[in-house]
């Protein structure tokens, strides 16, 4: 590369005294940053650039020292806003930051760069310098008009899902409410009468319809369970599961569980998901079980290596094949049929739902006939929660 002109170029019009020390400072200075930077005198000529300049202008040495600002490039630095910055704000302000200034210049394109610029007065009052830093933010800007994009994007789909959210909730649920309602009244009315096939007929309408209920309301679930608006707060797991084994009373004693909690920590977190989440986890738990074998379910807490909580929820049940711990996740997987065990399929993709939009994870740490082991990996707090880029 063409070596620049010696530091008598910063000061053509008093090279015989030679340069000061300030002035030495700023050469080095300039030749040492890694972004593009000017040195400007009085009449906006270039009496000082670096390397990066000419590596991402594409120009050389020749081309640039002792011309214009305005004329570089056949006059692609001839720029209104540029002129505005240095001719008019700077005199005024002495010193700008942060500029952004977008431009198609001949050599490489349309870019936005950001500009920042200190007016430099010379010992004893002579002309003064400009000093022009240049910063290539046109990729970081694109990404953050792609990224603002995205959001707004997200924003219109949560909206959507909300309005669906709102049709499940009512207008989906309204009529199947009305089908439950008349079947009922009329095999009690019936009865009686109705009887053989079309008893079986109108109980298995019931059945149907009691089931779609379930779906919607879980399909609802599911749904919010990642765009659930509540605030993420310190919240007691603690007593959060003492108010899931009191709601699952009922449960507990017709299935004879014993369910024991240890301690569990606070942590930052939407409490009435952390309700499901554990609703979900102990409700399986007792539901999956080996018949003719007394229910235990423990759930524990520990800390992982990095310093987040992990919950563990075991039960001594019917366990699940190593092949099938991931498919248990998702959406309608059913590993047994509706005789066997009632459910629509959706509680443990919820599960996955709360707790990735808690920057955690979830999955199966032990699964044999013995019973089965579902481990909750969750940060203490969201500063220490991972964004889901997914």
């Known amino acids: 590369m063409e070596r620049q002109p010696e530091v008598a170029r910063m000061q053509p019009e008093a090279a015989h005294n030679g340069p000061s020390a300030a002035e030495r400072l700023l050469v080095d200075i300039v030749d040492t940053v890694r972004e593009p930077m000017l040195v400007l005198d009085s009449e906006f000529r270039v009496v000082r650039t670096n390397r990066a300049f000419f590596r ?27 002129r505005e910055l240095l001719q ?52 970081e800007r694109r990404a953050t008009r792609l990224l603002s994009a995205r959001q707004r994007e997200l924003q219109r789909s949560n909206e959507a899902l909300k309005e669906f959210a709102f049709v499940a909730a009512h207008d989906l649920q309204e009529p199947l409410r009305k089908i439950l309602s008349f079947g009922e009244r009329l095999g009690m009315s019936t009865d009686p009468a109705l009887a053989g096939d079309a008893r079986h007929a109108l109980e298995r309408m ?24 509540e605030p ?19 449960v507990i004693a017709e299935s004879g569980a014993a369910v024991t909690v240890g301690p569990l920590p606070t942590i930052e977190a939407d409490a009435s998901q952390m309700r499901q989440l ?9 539901k999956f079980r080996r018949p003719d074998v007394p229910v235990v379910v423990s759930v524990l807490a520990s800390a992982t290596a990095d310093g987040q909580c992990a919950i563990t929820v075991a039960d001594n049940g019917i366990g699940i094949k190593p092949e099938h711990r991931e498919r248990i996740f998702r959406v309608f997987e059913r590993l047994h049929n509706r005789a066997q065990f009632s459910g629509s399929g959706i509680g443990l993709a919820i599960c996955r739902r709360i707790v990735e939009r808690h920057g955690g994870s979830i999955g199966v740490t032990d699964a044999s006939e013995r019973g089965t082991s579902i481990r909750v990996i969750m940060p203490i707090t969201q500063a220490e929660a991972e964004p889901d880029t997914r």
């Open 88 to 139: 008019e704000r700077l005199f005024a302000e002495r010193e700008l930051f942060d500029v952004d200034v977008e431009h198609v210049f001949p050599r490489i394109g349309r870019r936005i760069m950001l500009l920042n610029a200190r007016l430099i007065v010379r010992d004893g009052g002579s002309p003064q310098l400009t000093l022009l830093a240049i910063e290539d933010v046109t990729e």
């Open 206 to 229: 019931l059945a149907a319809a009691a089931r779609m209920r379930t779906l919607i309301s879980d399909l609802l679930a599911y749904s919010l369970a990642a765009i659930a608006s």
């Open 232 to 250: 993420l707060t310190r919240t007691d797991l603690a007593a959060v599961a003492r108010d899931v084994v009191a709601d699952l009373e009922v």
């Open 56 to 82: 991402t202008f594409g120009v050389t040495s020749r081309e640039t020292i002792g011309e214009s600002l305005f004329t570089l490039g056949d006059g692609q630095w001839d720029i209104p806003p540029l």
């Open 278 to 286: 554990l609703q979900n986890l102990i409700g399986n738990a007792i």
